[in-house]
């Protein structure tokens, strides 16, 4: 069965703390995607990554930066976190990130991160 | 802009009733458009996929209709159940490089 685990069910952090959020999957996805998620807004897209190494920006991508060294993994690193980051934090797999492709994204069951 | 409104933003039935959710959508061009169910300190789980020449799908006592000319699509519950207690995510995906957009959710609450 598909499995997307992050590293934390919940984090509190300093403002001006560097945050690493852990993401891994065991599925030999192609992609991976970092998602926050807040009420009223919905699922905002931050990085998404399509193969080792690489890493596109999403819709809200400052403030944050990613790293993917092996394929299973993808790191969402808050540089320098702020309150406004307060958020849940969800970590996504595909296996394809083609146009027209139909393969779900499998999600973990996310970071609750506060900021104080 | 690509966007995606569901609606009502929240509803509350009683366990053994029908429901139905709303969703419609303005991305272009269209590829296909998913439901997904999220528990309450869950990630989201994909429960049907539809395409530009699907308009319905079932999946148990889940069925989604689309309507690709109005960009509209509905997931309908059947004999709702307490476990059907969640919140349920309509995503378009095409556009773009084929981004997804996602709506904000439809938090459904049964009671028994």
């Known amino acids: 069965d598909v499995k997307v685990t992050q590293s934390s069910r919940y984090l509190v952090k300093r403002t001006g703390e560097k945050v690493f959020l852990e993401c891994v999957q065991d599925m030999d996805h192609e992609n991976m995607f970092w998602y926050r998620q807040d009420p009223g807004l919905g699922l905002r897209l931050i990085y998404f990554s399509y193969d080792v190494k690489m890493k596109e920006k999403g819709d809200i991508p400052e403030g944050y930066s990613v790293s993917r060294e092996k394929k299973e993994r993808f790191s969402l690193i808050l540089e320098s976190a702020s309150t406004n980051q307060t958020s849940m934090y969800l970590c996504?797999?595909?296996?394809?990130?083609?146009?027209?492709?139909?393969?779900?994204?499998?999600f973990g069951d996310g970071t609750r991160l506060s900021i104080l | 802009k690509n966007q995606v409104e569901q609606s009502p933003q929240s509803l509350i039935i009683l366990e053994g009733k029908n429901c139905t959710l709303q969703?419609?959508?303005?991305?272009?061009?269209?590829?296909?458009l998913r439901w997904y169910k999220q528990d309450t300190g869950r990630g989201p789980v994909s429960l049907t996929i539809?395409?530009?020449?699907?308009n319905t799908k079932s999946n148990g006592r889940y069925t989604a209709t689309l309507d690709a000319d109005t960009k509209q699509s509905s997931l309908h519950i059947t004999a709702s159940q307490l476990s059907d207690s969640a919140s349920y995510i309509c995503v378009v995906s095409g556009g773009h490089a084929g981004k997804s957009t996602f709506g904000d959710g439809t938090t459904l609450t049964v009671k028994p």
């Open positions: 996504a797999s595909s296996l394809s990130f083609r146009v027209r492709s139909n393969q779900p994204q499998h």
């Open positions: 969703c419609n959508y303005t991305v272009s061009p269209f590829s296909n």
């Open positions: 539809m395409t530009f020449s699907e």
